[in-house]
């Protein structure tokens, strides 16, 4: 049996988890339907599939190519630690992102922080913690 | 096979369009494409949209009250609990999701799309899917942060999408169980790229001119690239992250980690944050103005009007109890107020049912009221309070009177009150 073939899904177990499943997704979807005063179907529909697009066709190459510029550029014995470095930071400067984009619409309490400086640091901590590894890296290297 | 079968597979074949672009077999050649990470990172994810599915569905059962839902009024540190963890295990799942969804791209693209019914039947299987957990994450940690550039109610959104994604969970564990299984207990290092068979070469996370693998067998460690290991503990490491620069909007020790909150639990007035503001819900005039009463009434021995002093001459109570917000920041504080059993003796209404409690906000405003039943009503910290930390209440915690109970989310804590109606 090749991979391909025995990584289909199959059987009994996949079509019951097949029924049940949609039988799932056709509640949901019956719920948007019903409460469409508020959930707004077309809106709805577009974000959830815009959302996928977006992730497929823009987010998940450009994660892509950014490693690809990043490993082109590092020396061969850092790639790894800064790659690790370059991941860690962008999921951080991803979940900045609604702070920044957020509104506080009168309400004090919320958006308290300086995110800029937040990130920042978040930022800083990380790096210093990629160059502290390398530095580890290097040196057990060396005395190997 | 017969010869016109064969015949019409290679027309068919032959009218398939040329594979370009990500469709090439060797368009994706990191070796972190592989069944292993997939899997790995698939068993996190379930894990993580499990335990976010359940305490979303007691956030709304709480909420929106089944006849068979029944939520105890004790341990009044519950739902901070369960909230708290819906939230933090929502934005610890952002990069495990994009780092799962990365690793399985290659099957995005893969050739030919269809091959059988099942394969069909599994791929459009996985819109709900993807489509759902990346609805989920995004509404769920925009709202949170008040930035809503949708045209729905998030919550009404929310709760749909998550049935969506976890009947997609559903059919895309039935549809692997089997291969994650089988590739987390061979004994072998490597795993299989995806999608298998593919030409695998050094390239996007193990770049940096690792040598070609594509003619022999890979290194179980790559030289110079990310490892598998690498890469899922710098997927851990990112949860890890932005589970401390956020966590601490619940976790008190944690808060001056927590950078990158939408809330500070010790930044509010009173030292306590606010959700709804008293100028957001029209109320200020109203809930100033000298005139103001409470008035009991109902299934009532006899009917109360009672002013702010008349309510500060009621015995007084005092409690710590948390408050704990649905969009999963909680603050503790020390409320002193009337307790609710107190109040039913004076109105001559010890056998109460249940008690709803409406706010001073306009009629049709959400959360404008909300029920206490009999577990409540006996439990001696539901208080209608006047008091936190040790001041009477600010106007946007709720003043001149606000209900706070234990376990139970802040939107049914309800501020403002104006009328307690007893059945």
Not at chain 1, 80 to 85: D, E, K, Q, S, T
Not at chain 1, 98 to 106: C, D, I, N, Q, Y
């Amino acid at each position: 049996m090749t991979p391909a073939s025995s990584d289909k899904p199959r059987g009994p177990a996949f079509w019951s988890a097949f029924v049940i499943g949609w039988v799932v997704i056709g509640f949901g979807v019956l719920t948007v339907l019903q409460r469409a005063g508020a959930t707004h179907p077309v809106m709805f529909a577009a974000w959830f599939l815009g959302l996928i697009f977006v992730h497929d066709l823009l987010l998940s190459p450009a994660a892509s190519v950014a490693a690809r510029w990043i490993g082109g550029r590092i020396p061969r014995w850092g790639v790894a630690v800064v790659l690790g470095g370059a991941i860690v930071s962008g999921t951080l400067v991803l979940i900045s992102l609604p702070p920044f984009l957020g509104e506080s619409a009168g309400n004090e309490t919320l958006l308290p922080r300086n995110y800029v400086g937040g990130l920042a640091g978040a930022l800083a901590v990380t790096w210093v913690v990629v160059l502290a590894v390398v530095l580890v890296r290097r040196r057990s290297r060396g005395s190997a | 096979m017969s010869d016109a079968r064969r015949s019409l597979d290679d027309r068919i074949r032959r009218l398939a369009p040329p594979r370009v672009g990500p469709f090439r077999a060797d368009a994706y050649r990191s070796r972190l494409h592989e069944v292993r990470a997939a899997a790995w990172l698939g068993i996190a994810l379930g894990v993580a949209f499990s335990v976010c599915f359940v305490t979303g569905v007691i956030s709304h059962l709480i909420q929106n009250p089944l006849p068979w839902f029944s939520w105890p009024a004790r341990p009044a540190w519950l739902y901070r609990v369960t909230q708290g963890v819906h939230v933090a295990t929502g934005i610890a799942a952002i990069p495990l999701l994009l780092a799962k969804l990365w690793v399985v791209a290659p099957l995005f693209w893969t050739w030919p799309p269809f091959r059988g019914v099942a394969h069909v039947a599994e791929r459009l299987s996985l819109v709900p899917l993807v489509g759902g957990a990346l609805f989920q994450l995004f509404t769920g940690i925009g709202s949170i942060n008040g930035f809503r550039p949708w045209g729905f109610s998030f919550p009404a959104a929310h709760y749909a999408g998550a049935w969506i994604a976890i009947g997609g969970l559903v059919i895309h564990v039935g549809a692997k169980l089997h291969i994650a299984a089988r590739a987390l207990t061979r004994s072998s290092e490597t795993g299989s790229h995806l999608p298998a068979g593919a030409p695998v070469a050094a390239d996007p996370l193990d770049a940096a001119g690792a040598p070609a693998a594509a003619d022999g067998p890979r290194p179980a460690s790559p030289v110079g690239g990310l490892s598998r290991r690498g890469f899922l503990w710098t997927v851990t490491a990112s949860a890890g992250a932005v589970t401390l620069a956020t966590v601490g909007q619940t976790v008190q020790p944690l808060r001056r980690l927590a950078v990158l909150a939408p809330r500070d639990p010790a930044v509010g007035p009173q030292g306590v944050p606010v959700n709804k503001t008293a100028r957001s819900a029209r109320v200020a005039e109203a809930a100033t103005d000298p005139a103001y009463r409470l008035a009991v009434e109902g299934r009532v021995g006899r009917r109360l009007s009672l002013s702010l002093d008349d309510l500060r001459s009621l015995p007084q109570r005092e409690a710590d109890l948390p408050i704990s917000c649905v969009d999963g920041w909680s603050a503790s504080g020390t409320w002193r107020g009337i307790a609710v059993l107190d109040l039913l003796r004076a109105a001559g209404a010890d056998d109460a049912g249940s008690v709803e409690v409406v706010s001073l906000q306009a009629p049709g405003t959400a959360f404008r009221t909300s029920t206490l039943d009999r577990g409540y009503l006996l439990d001696p910290d539901t208080l209608l309070a006047l008091e936190l930390n040790g001041e009477p209440l600010a106007l946007d915690h709720g003043f001149p009177i606000r209900l706070i109970a234990p376990n139970r989310p802040g939107v049914l804590q309800t501020k403002w009150l104006t009328r307690v109606v007893v059945s």
